[in-house]
Protein backbone atom coordinates (compact mmCIF):
# COMPACT_ATOMS: atom_id res chain seq x y z
CA UNK A 1 0.00 0.00 0.00
CA UNK A 2 1.14 3.61 -1.00
CA UNK A 3 1.51 5.66 1.79
CA UNK A 4 1.28 10.39 1.75
CA UNK A 5 3.17 12.53 3.80
CA UNK A 6 1.64 15.86 4.87
CA UNK A 7 4.75 17.98 5.62
CA UNK A 8 3.03 21.41 6.53
CA UNK A 9 -0.21 21.71 8.65
CA UNK A 10 -0.91 23.38 12.01
CA UNK A 11 -2.37 21.39 14.70
CA UNK A 12 -1.74 23.27 17.47
CA UNK A 13 -4.49 25.65 15.84
CA UNK A 14 -8.03 26.19 17.85
CA UNK A 15 -9.55 24.94 15.45
CA UNK A 16 -8.15 21.04 16.01
CA UNK A 17 -8.72 21.27 19.99
CA UNK A 18 -11.92 19.56 20.37
CA UNK A 19 -11.03 16.44 18.02
CA UNK A 20 -7.11 16.11 17.03
CA UNK A 21 -6.90 12.18 17.99
CA UNK A 22 -9.68 11.95 15.57
CA UNK A 23 -7.99 13.92 12.89
CA UNK A 24 -4.76 12.00 13.59
CA UNK A 25 -7.19 8.62 12.93
CA UNK A 26 -8.59 9.91 9.83
CA UNK A 27 -5.55 10.66 8.41
CA UNK A 28 -4.22 7.33 8.81
CA UNK A 29 -7.10 5.83 7.80
CA UNK A 30 -6.21 8.12 4.56
CA UNK A 31 -2.66 6.39 4.04
CA UNK A 32 -1.16 9.77 5.57
CA UNK A 33 1.67 7.60 7.21
CA UNK A 34 3.69 10.86 8.87
CA UNK A 35 2.44 14.70 10.08
CA UNK A 36 4.76 17.77 10.56
CA UNK A 37 2.98 20.20 12.61
CA UNK A 38 4.83 23.43 12.04
CA UNK A 39 5.57 26.00 14.77
CA UNK A 40 5.04 29.80 14.26
CA UNK A 41 6.17 31.19 17.04
CA UNK A 42 7.91 30.41 20.45
CA UNK A 43 4.45 29.24 22.17
CA UNK A 44 3.32 27.27 18.69
CA UNK A 45 6.53 25.75 18.54
CA UNK A 46 6.05 24.24 22.13
CA UNK A 47 2.79 23.09 21.35
CA UNK A 48 3.95 21.32 17.99
CA UNK A 49 6.59 19.14 20.01
CA UNK A 50 3.74 18.85 22.72
CA UNK A 51 1.57 17.25 19.90
CA UNK A 52 4.71 15.53 18.32
CA UNK A 53 4.93 13.50 21.69
CA UNK A 54 1.08 12.33 21.97
CA UNK A 55 1.22 10.66 18.56
CA UNK A 56 3.44 8.45 16.89
CA UNK A 57 2.74 9.55 13.55
CA UNK A 58 3.41 13.38 14.08
CA UNK A 59 6.81 15.54 13.72
CA UNK A 60 7.74 18.85 14.59
CA UNK A 61 8.56 22.21 13.16
CA UNK A 62 10.24 24.96 15.21
CA UNK A 63 10.35 28.34 13.91
CA UNK A 64 9.17 32.45 13.96
CA UNK A 65 6.83 33.20 11.06
CA UNK A 66 7.90 36.78 9.62
CA UNK A 67 3.85 38.00 10.73
CA UNK A 68 5.47 37.05 14.21
CA UNK A 69 8.94 38.25 14.38
CA UNK A 70 8.53 42.16 14.98
CA UNK A 71 9.68 41.70 18.73
CA UNK A 72 12.01 38.57 18.37
CA UNK A 73 14.90 38.81 20.41
CA UNK A 74 18.41 36.65 20.69
CA UNK A 75 16.48 34.84 23.78
CA UNK A 76 13.91 33.48 21.25
CA UNK A 77 16.48 32.36 18.74
CA UNK A 78 18.39 30.72 21.73
CA UNK A 79 15.08 28.97 22.39
CA UNK A 80 14.11 27.60 18.69
CA UNK A 81 17.79 26.47 19.47
CA UNK A 82 17.51 24.42 22.14
CA UNK A 83 14.32 22.58 20.89
CA UNK A 84 16.00 21.78 18.16
CA UNK A 85 17.82 18.72 20.35
CA UNK A 86 14.15 17.30 21.28
CA UNK A 87 14.18 13.82 19.05
CA UNK A 88 10.77 14.30 17.45
CA UNK A 89 12.08 17.59 15.74
CA UNK A 90 12.62 17.69 12.36
CA UNK A 91 12.99 21.32 10.55
CA UNK A 92 13.19 24.70 11.49
CA UNK A 93 10.14 26.44 9.82
CA UNK A 94 7.96 28.36 9.51
CA UNK A 95 10.27 30.92 8.52
CA UNK A 96 10.78 33.45 5.86
CA UNK A 97 9.48 37.29 4.18
CA UNK A 98 5.94 37.97 4.21
CA UNK A 99 5.40 41.74 2.68
CA UNK A 100 1.54 41.11 2.08
CA UNK A 101 0.76 41.41 5.52
CA UNK A 102 3.73 43.07 6.44
CA UNK A 103 3.14 43.02 10.10
CA UNK A 104 6.86 43.01 11.10
CA UNK A 105 9.15 45.25 9.22
CA UNK A 106 11.52 44.34 6.15
CA UNK A 107 14.63 44.38 8.40
CA UNK A 108 13.47 42.95 11.46
CA UNK A 109 11.80 39.92 9.05
CA UNK A 110 15.00 39.80 7.46
CA UNK A 111 17.12 39.55 10.45
CA UNK A 112 15.55 36.66 11.75
CA UNK A 113 14.58 34.87 8.79
CA UNK A 114 18.58 35.24 8.16
CA UNK A 115 19.44 34.08 12.01
CA UNK A 116 17.28 30.84 11.89
CA UNK A 117 18.55 30.02 7.91
CA UNK A 118 22.27 30.23 10.04
CA UNK A 119 20.91 28.37 13.00
CA UNK A 120 19.27 25.44 10.96
CA UNK A 121 22.82 25.34 8.69
CA UNK A 122 24.76 25.36 11.65
CA UNK A 123 22.44 22.30 13.22
CA UNK A 124 21.89 20.96 9.92
CA UNK A 125 18.14 20.76 9.72
CA UNK A 126 15.78 21.45 6.71
CA UNK A 127 14.24 24.82 6.44
CA UNK A 128 10.48 25.50 5.91
CA UNK A 129 9.98 29.10 4.14
CA UNK A 130 7.20 31.17 3.79
CA UNK A 131 7.36 33.65 0.88
CA UNK A 132 4.51 36.29 0.11
CA UNK A 133 5.33 38.76 -2.15
CA UNK A 134 8.77 39.04 -0.93
CA UNK A 135 10.28 36.98 -4.33
CA UNK A 136 13.52 39.41 -4.99
CA UNK A 137 14.45 39.66 -1.20
CA UNK A 138 13.90 36.05 -1.09
CA UNK A 139 16.40 34.99 -3.80
CA UNK A 140 18.80 37.47 -2.63
CA UNK A 141 18.66 35.94 0.54
CA UNK A 142 18.57 32.60 0.11
CA UNK A 143 21.42 32.74 -2.58
CA UNK A 144 23.62 34.58 0.16
CA UNK A 145 22.89 32.28 2.67
CA UNK A 146 23.14 29.09 1.05
CA UNK A 147 20.62 26.58 3.38
CA UNK A 148 23.34 24.02 2.58
CA UNK A 149 22.76 20.24 2.28
CA UNK A 150 19.83 20.23 4.94
CA UNK A 151 18.01 22.02 2.29
CA UNK A 152 14.63 22.71 2.80
CA UNK A 153 11.12 23.44 1.25
CA UNK A 154 9.53 26.12 -0.52
CA UNK A 155 5.93 25.97 1.50
CA UNK A 156 2.39 26.66 -0.37
CA UNK A 157 4.93 27.75 -3.75
CA UNK A 158 3.18 30.96 -6.09
CA UNK A 159 5.60 32.39 -8.30
CA UNK A 160 6.58 31.98 -11.91
CA UNK A 161 8.95 29.29 -13.70
CA UNK A 162 11.45 31.65 -13.70
CA UNK A 163 11.23 31.83 -9.92
CA UNK A 164 10.55 27.98 -9.75
CA UNK A 165 13.67 27.22 -11.52
CA UNK A 166 15.58 29.61 -9.31
CA UNK A 167 13.96 27.85 -5.84
CA UNK A 168 15.20 24.39 -7.42
CA UNK A 169 18.92 25.50 -8.45
CA UNK A 170 18.79 26.61 -4.95
CA UNK A 171 18.62 23.04 -3.57
CA UNK A 172 15.25 23.55 -2.33
CA UNK A 173 11.86 21.34 -2.23
CA UNK A 174 8.37 22.65 -3.18
CA UNK A 175 5.15 22.09 -1.78
CA UNK A 176 1.81 22.81 -3.11
CA UNK A 177 -1.77 22.89 -1.13
CA UNK A 178 -5.47 22.31 -1.89
CA UNK A 179 -5.84 25.62 -4.08
CA UNK A 180 -4.42 23.56 -6.98
CA UNK A 181 -7.83 21.79 -6.91
CA UNK A 182 -9.86 24.98 -6.99
CA UNK A 183 -11.83 25.62 -10.03
CA UNK A 184 -10.14 27.93 -12.56
CA UNK A 185 -7.03 27.66 -9.97
CA UNK A 186 -3.76 29.93 -10.64
CA UNK A 187 -0.32 27.53 -10.34
CA UNK A 188 -1.24 24.16 -12.26
CA UNK A 189 1.38 25.22 -14.94
CA UNK A 190 4.00 25.17 -11.89
CA UNK A 191 2.43 21.96 -10.88
CA UNK A 192 3.94 20.78 -14.76
CA UNK A 193 6.55 22.30 -14.93
CA UNK A 194 8.07 20.97 -11.31
CA UNK A 195 10.04 18.15 -11.60
CA UNK A 196 8.35 15.58 -9.09
CA UNK A 197 11.51 14.49 -7.58
CA UNK A 198 11.65 18.01 -6.20
CA UNK A 199 7.85 18.03 -4.47
CA UNK A 200 6.34 17.28 -1.60
CA UNK A 201 2.74 17.34 -0.20
CA UNK A 202 0.94 19.84 2.24
CA UNK A 203 -2.13 20.41 3.62
CA UNK A 204 -1.28 23.38 5.45
CA UNK A 205 -4.32 22.36 7.73
CA UNK A 206 -6.77 24.12 8.77
CA UNK A 207 -6.12 26.43 6.27
CA UNK A 208 -6.84 25.71 1.73
CA UNK A 209 -8.91 22.89 2.07
CA UNK A 210 -8.90 21.00 -1.12
CA UNK A 211 -12.43 20.58 -3.09
CA UNK A 212 -14.94 19.13 -2.74
CA UNK A 213 -14.60 20.42 1.12
CA UNK A 214 -13.49 23.55 0.25
CA UNK A 215 -15.16 26.24 3.26
CA UNK A 216 -14.54 23.65 5.36
CA UNK A 217 -11.51 23.16 8.33
CA UNK A 218 -8.66 21.32 6.13
CA UNK A 219 -6.83 18.64 7.79
CA UNK A 220 -4.39 16.39 7.02
CA UNK A 221 -6.63 13.23 6.02
CA UNK A 222 -7.42 15.94 2.56
CA UNK A 223 -3.80 15.56 1.50
CA UNK A 224 -5.13 13.02 -0.52
CA UNK A 225 -7.22 15.29 -3.11
CA UNK A 226 -4.16 17.12 -3.76
CA UNK A 227 -1.99 14.41 -4.43
CA UNK A 228 -4.81 13.60 -7.23
CA UNK A 229 -4.85 16.86 -8.44
CA UNK A 230 -0.80 16.79 -9.28
CA UNK A 231 -1.44 13.12 -10.35
CA UNK A 232 -3.73 14.10 -12.90
CA UNK A 233 -2.03 17.60 -14.16
CA UNK A 234 1.70 15.61 -14.58
CA UNK A 235 0.15 12.29 -16.54
CA UNK A 236 1.23 10.25 -13.39
CA UNK A 237 -0.31 7.48 -11.25
CA UNK A 238 -1.35 8.45 -8.03
CA UNK A 239 0.65 5.54 -6.62
CA UNK A 240 3.70 7.27 -8.02
CA UNK A 241 3.10 10.66 -6.60
CA UNK A 242 2.70 9.31 -3.22
CA UNK A 243 6.05 7.08 -3.85
CA UNK A 244 8.18 9.86 -5.18
CA UNK A 245 6.98 12.80 -2.68
CA UNK A 246 6.93 10.67 0.07
CA UNK A 247 10.59 9.23 -0.34
CA UNK A 248 11.44 13.41 -0.69
CA UNK A 249 10.30 13.82 2.83
CA UNK A 250 11.54 11.37 4.39
CA UNK A 251 14.91 12.19 2.63
CA UNK A 252 14.58 15.66 3.29
CA UNK A 253 13.37 15.60 6.84
CA UNK A 254 15.21 12.58 7.69
CA UNK A 255 12.20 10.50 8.95
CA UNK A 256 12.08 6.97 10.60
CA UNK A 257 9.00 5.50 9.77
Do not use: W
Amino acid sequence: MFMFIDTHCHLDFDSFDDDLPSVIQRALENQVSAIITIGTDIKSSERAISIAEQFSTVFAAVGIHPTDCQHTTSDDIKIIEDMLSHQKVVAVGEIGLDYYHMRAEKEKQIQVFSQLVALAKDKHFPVIIHNREAHSDMLALLDKLKPGASGGVMHSFSGDSEYLQKVIELNLFISFTGNITFKNAKGLDLVSDAPIDKMLLETDSPFLTPMPFRGKRNEPGFITYTARKIAETKNLSLEKVAQITTSNAKSLFKLQI
